[in-house]
Structure formats: structure tokens, C-alpha cells
């Protein structure tokens, strides 16, 4: 077996080391790099700079799985600290069951700055993806009498002025995908095609790229796709987490998978020669 | 260290679930079934909430019998279990189906076809020029009904050269997703658990 | 009457929910909402589903004690134990919480990071570029990759807007090209389900 042949044949678990160091070496001794903020998480939090006043009410659903939470969480906490700064109302949701219980774990830093009932409540679970979504829109106590706690929403201050879908000022939608809940094409069906409400949206990078047609034609206000949105985001509230100290293990990951797809080619390429040359290589 | 029982369950349960990398083993599997399980049990505590504010105490308590339709259709989903009447779990299916296929073709026609072909017709600079080209490309590829020859073939062959850009992109963020979820897990187990992490 | 009566009901309500959209009929429009409200209603039901299927499935694993029938009563307990915490105390309570945050939401989210390394190692054994399409598909990841993070940033100032270039043109194109197919596909579907020439969704058999 030729050099080439045998780095080839490498056993897996090499390469899992490998990157495992690349992601745990920038955790432990951050490089610190910079990096710029892009024009869509600039325009996206303008957009609701500009347009989202104090006590706006704004629709914000967790359609967050436990699989999405690392790259979900840290979009959902910057902008609802961005939220909170505005002092808005949210109405919170989920259309996956997961959902109910990260809107829990991700709202109960802010729990002082948008107090609950006052500026905000857990609705809880959404079912029925598309057909749940059209019903809420068109009354929301069609589909939910009491929040995630079985608490009566009725006379909670938050609800006050929310009979249907006119009283919102903004749908935003922090996604993981179609998988138990509502995706990105259904909030666009019933919010912006059907009721032309805004839609703003957080995701991951995997659906980023399959989702920006909505964005280019104007079919959603806001798009923050994966970590490094949630970086660029952090920076522009002023809020430094999750997102921002995971650039560093992200650039050296990346680094090494492409590293990883040189290699392999290049082998590739020198065992091919070999073979067509008629000899092994040293 | 953090050693709170919280923290410290936490831990054990990632680095049992990451011990698949190694080869699959019992404790791997034995997470396996305690995801299922939570999950599960999550998913029936979540019906029963709702069902109990939307459905029980408006039936029971407010006399809004006409509720009790859905509940009975939704009760027939579980008629599948039993061999004899099991097509009658196809009636709620029915409902949900129709109701999600119209939802779906009213509002796709709009934000999936003419908002985009409206999109795509908007020349103002040279990059939606280059879209313009690059979706009359990819949109020729999936001309089925004649086989395109000569010259002109080389227009679906553009189309696959433009998707393969876009698949690409994808593949990137691919990584990129998938590489951030591991940054995560690290995050905890560096930061919140040993607190090794600055 | 088994596929007949199901196609009819779904061929109803669909009707109705579009109708409802582009016509002001107070009759179809109440229909139409409470049909979306129905909808609602029975998927809180259908939530049981699950766990009724793991329930038959495990419970016959540790009958016939096959293999690893120890996991399935694992299963079995802690899934009827969360339901019964959730619905005797509360999904906000402190020993459903403990174990949904400290227990369920770490396995979920490691078991999808663990692709990130099957990734990684497909980087090196698999990704090729055999042809001008593959070279073309890893060329563009490898940029788009790059200017995504603050390396790429670093080694090249025009990287990130290079990146975001190819995602706001090409990416755009093909995947605006795909959409269009798609919705063209999907409306056909839709009307093949609608007037009962598709029937696969019902399932096979009676």
C-alpha cells in the first residue's frame, strides 16, 4: 500500500480526534478574531429598530427542536434582548413541542426586563403546523384558552388589544425546520402571503441557503441564519454570548474540514496517476 | 467543576451520547431510549394540556358541544390499532390532509411561484441580471417533455452547473450548522461543567 | 366506501378552505375557520400516536425478551413517568423541568452534533471532485465555508463578500430555479389529492 493508499484508509476516529481538538483548543485559548457584520442581520435589526416601538405586540415562536437549541438559542437570545430593550409585548408560541420548554429555558433571563403576563407569555404548544397557524392568526383563543402553565390568558395584561392577526405588529419565527412544526414556507404562506404581515426570521445555517429566495423577493423582513448570525447579532445589541465566543472554534473547524477535502482529492488524484502510470508510488 | 446533580447529568448523558463516535454500545443505545422516552412523554403531556383548556372545560363547562366532533375524529386515528375498523382512522387523516394540501396550494402559488417569477423579472444591476440568467438555466434543466439537442443542450447543462453552485452553498452551510451544535456541546462541557472556559 | 368516503370528506374540506380564500362567502369563511380550529384539535389528539406505537412495540420487545428489551423498559417507565409528572403537576414544575433540561435536551442536541464528525470524516474519504459539477459543488462550499467565519475574513478581505455574493446570486438562482419546479409540482399534487386521483396517502389495504 502506497503512502497516499494508506492516509486514505485512515480510521475515522483519527479525524473525529482531530476535529474535536480543532473545536476544543479556540474554546479554551480564544484567538479573539474579528469579524465584520453582513448586510442581513444589519438590515434585519434596523428593520426592527425602525418599525417595533415600546408595547408593539409581536408574535415570537419558538419552533425549536433539542437538536437546533445550540445554534437556535443563542439567535433567540440576542434578539430578544433586543426586544426586551424595545420593552414590546410577546406573545410567545411554539409549533413544535419542543418549543414550549426552550421558550422557557431561553425567556427566564429576561424575566426581569419583560415580566411575565405583563410583557410576556408562554402560550405553549401550537398544533396542527399550517391549519394551527391559520386558526391562531384568525382568533387566538381559538386555539389557546390558557398559557403553557394552564394559567387563563384572558385578563393577563399582555393579551389586552390582541383579538387576531391585525393586532400584531411583527411575526417573528426562530426555525429549525419542517420536522413537527411550522417551517419557514408556512410562516410566509400565512403571515406575509395571507394577512401581509412582516415576517422575521431566525434559522439555521443548514436552511439558510434553501430559504433566501424568500428573503430576495421581500418576503421576509429579517433573516439570521446560523451562529454567525447570532454573532453579528450579538454585536449589534451589545450583548456579547454563545454565538460570539463560538467564531473562533467555528474558523478552525472549517479549517480543517476543508483541509480534510484537499487531502482526500489530492490523494485521490496522486493514487489515479499511479494507477494510470502502472506503479505504486512511495 | 461544576458538580451540581443538573450540571453533572447533563454531562454524563452528552459524553454517554458521544461515545457512539467510538462505535455504537449499549450506553449509546440506552440514550437512544431515553430521548425516545422524554420525547414521548412530552408529547402526551403537551395534548393533554391543550385538549384540557380547548376542548374539556369549553365541553364540560361552557356547553360547547360542537367540540366534541373533532375529539371524536380525532379519537378515530386511533381506530388504525384495531384491524377491523382501521379505515376509519382514514376520516380525520381526510380532514387534516385537505386542509393542509388547500392551505398549501392557495398560498404556494403565491410565494413560491409569482412572487419569485416577479422577483427574478426585476433587472436593476448586474447581479439580477445574473439571477435572471441563472434561474432561466436551472428552471431549463427540468424540461422533461423534449430532449433538448445540439447547441441548445448546453443551456440544462448550465442549469446543472448553476444548482451544483447552489447544492454547494448548501453543503457549506451544512458544515457549518452542524460543525456549531458540536461548538455548543463543547461550550457546556468546557464551560458550564469544568469551567475551564475564560 | 372505505377510500371512498375519505376521499370525498378531504375533496370537501379543501374546497372549502380555498374557496374561503378568494371568495367572501360568511358561510364558507365560518366553515373555513372552524375546519382550521378542527384541525388544531385533532392533532392534540393525534399526539398520543407516538406513544401508543412505542408502547405496542416495546412492550412486545420485553414479552418476547429480544434484544435489549432492558432499554425498552427503560423506555416504557420514564415515558409513562413524564406523562404522569406533566399532567399530575405541571410541565413548569421542578422535576419535569429537571429532567427535560438536564436529561432530554443534552442527548438531543449531542445526537445531531455527532454528525458534524460523520461530516468530517466524509470530508476526507468521500467528497471527490470526479467531474466539473462535483469540482464546482466543493469549490463553492470551500468558499462559502471561508467567508462565513472570521478566518476567512482574516486571510482574504474579500472573501466574506465573495461568499455572500455567491449566496445572494448563484444560490439565489438555482434555488429560486428549484422552488419555482417544486411549486409547480406541488400545485399539481395538491389538485391530484384534492379531486381524489392521488389515494397513496390513505395507506394500502383496508
Known sequence: MSTYEKLQAIDKRVIYILLALSIAVPLLFPLGLPFSVGAEVKNSYDWIEKNINKDDLVLFSYDISTGAMPELGPITTAVMAHLAKKQVKIIGIATMTDGVMMARQLYAPFAKDLPYGEKFVNLGFLAGGESGLSSFLQNP?????????????????????????????????VNCGPVGGCSIEQWVRQGFVTHKKPVWIGLNAVMAPGSMPYYRSGQLTGYIAGIRGAAEYETLVGRAGLGTSAMDAQSIAHALIIIFIVLGNVGMMAIKRSKAKGGAIK | MNNSPAILAAAIVTILTFTFLWKSNPAYRLMEHVLLAVSAGHAIVMGYNNLRSIAWIPITQK???????PLILGALLYARYIKSVAWLSRIPLAVMIGCASALALRGSIQSQLLQQIAATASLQNLDSILVFLGVIVTVSYFTFTYKIKGSAAAVPMLGRWVMMIGFGAAFGGAVMGRLSLVVGRFQFLFGDWLGWMK | MRKALPTAILSFVATIILVDYWFKVPVINNAAKDITTWVSLIANVALGLGAVNLLLVHSRHIRLKRQEWGNSTVLIALMLFVAVVGIAQSSNSPTY?????????????????TAAFQIASASYRTFRARNVEAALLLLTGIFVMLGKVPLGEMMASWMPTFAQWILDVWNTAAQRGIMMCTAIGLIIISVRVITGMERGHFGSGE
Do not use: C, H
Request: charged share 25%; glycine share 8%; aromatic share 12%.
Open chain 3, 97 to 113: 423541568r429537571w429532567i427535560y433540561d438536564n436529561i432530554n435536551v443534552p442527548i438531543g442536541s449531542t445526537l445531531f452534533a
Open chain 1, 141 to 173: 383563543y381559538n386555539v389557546f384558552k390558557a398559557d403553557a402553565d394552564g394559567k387563563p390568558i384572558e385578563s393577563m395584561p399582555v393579551m389586552k388589544g390582541f383579538k387576531d392577526v391585525k393586532d400584531i405588529k411583527v411575526m417573528i419565527s
Open chain 2, 63 to 69: 356547553g360547547q358541544y360542537s367540540l366534541l366532533i
